[in-house]
């Protein structure tokens, strides 16, 4: 099973529904974020979550809402969603401290992503 | 506040030839930088990471970057260029450790055969 889940992969939907996706993750990571990624705009952050009690606007959270139900999960809502909400969507999480070691190691800025969500609003 | 530009949305290079993705970014602190590389229908991954110490990084898969401050500037290269190169590549800013990301635009690298 993949580390980090987020269903469902692929979604049509129409404008004014509301819909929700969703993230669930195994690393035993505090932190989660939801990112959207446009072409040629790379990945914006919507929301982020450094532990349970804890919920932040990213730069682009405007219509969007969210929830952390445990530390393993972590849903992004749109109330009413609008076509320009059609992006593709990516869950992350990472370590809140990391010791660094190895080529890569790990830390608060190496996160883990998700394989994304696809969500077009007709 | 911080921001990425990345030079170039899409490059194609040749098998075998060198891979050079630009990479400058603006910060009031010293930053932390990365470079995240997407293959298609997946999730981003990290290649490698710059916070202190030794300005040249060496990260997975052959890639390294080096982080030069007077030219505010964190450029991807790898020697030689496999056909499993191809992937969209992304650099990101953080001003410090534990806080957000900041993603560049991304580039798209076509590696012919």
């Known amino acids: 099973d993949a580390d980090v889940t987020q269903t469902p992969r692929n979604r049509i939907t129409k404008t004014g529904k509301r819909i929700m996706l969703e993230c669930s993750q195994t690393k035993g990571h505090d932190r989660m974020y939801w990112y959207r990624q446009d072409p040629g705009l790379g990945l914006r952050l919507i929301y982020y979550s450094f532990d349970v009690k804890d919920i932040n606007k990213g730069e682009i959270s405007d219509g969007y809402s969210v929830s952390r139900q445990a530390q393993a999960k972590f849903s992004l809502s749109l109330e009413s969603a609008i076509p320009n909400q059609t992006a593709l969507y990516f869950c992350?999480?990472?370590?809140?401290?990391?010791?660094?070691?190895?080529?890569?190691?790990?830390?608060?800025?190496?996160?883990?992503f998700g394989a994304g969500s696809r969500l077009t609003v007709l | 506040a911080q921001s990425v530009t990345q030079l170039g949305s899409h490059v194609s290079v040749s098998e075998g030839a060198l891979v050079l993705l630009r990479c400058n970014y603006s910060s009031s602190v010293p930053p932390y930088l990365f470079w995240y590389v997407q293959y298609p229908n997946q999730g981003l991954q990290l290649l490698l990471k710059y916070t202190t110490g030794a300005t040249l990084v060496k990260g997975i898969n052959g890639f390294e970057a080096e982080f030069k401050k007077s030219e505010t500037s964190f450029h991807l290269t790898k020697p030689s260029a496999h056909m499993s190169d191809a992937a969209e590549y992304f650099c990101?800013?953080?001003?410090?450790?534990?806080?957000?990301?900041?993603f560049g635009e991304g580039t798209q690298l076509t590696v012919n055969p």
């Open positions: 992350a999480t990472s370590d809140a401290l990391g010791t660094g070691t190895g080529v890569l190691g790990s830390g608060a800025n190496v996160l883990t």
């Open positions: 990101a800013v953080s001003e410090a450790s534990g806080s957000r990301l900041t």
